[in-house]
């Protein structure tokens, strides 16, 4: 079971080495991983800490989602501003 305290989005890159993932809840919050497995392990530790650092500089931390979601999907193309 996952214990994740919000969402997550990890991406697959073009290189199928490294995942890339952050969470759509958790400003600020990104990582990278060799594997699904290895981004979800990295997130819940990882989320963790990012919390701990936002309390220690006085920042407000978000609610928890109750019910959160992991979404994997291809990495999103950016598109250049004209």
């Known amino acids: 079971m996952l214990d ?29 991983g060799n594997s699904v ?17 936002l309390k220690e500089k006085g920042l407000s931390v978000p609610k928890g989602n109750p019910t959160p979601t992991v979404v994997i999907q291809n990495e999103r193309k950016l598109t250049g501003v004209t």
């Open 37 to 53: 497995e290895d981004c979800l392990y990295k997130a819940k530790w990882g989320m963790e800490e990012h919390i701990g650092l």
């Open 4 to 32: 994740l305290k919000y969402s997550l989005v990890i991406e697959a890159t073009e290189d199928p080495n490294f995942f890339g993932f952050y969470s759509p809840e958790l400003e600020g919050f990104t990582g990278i």
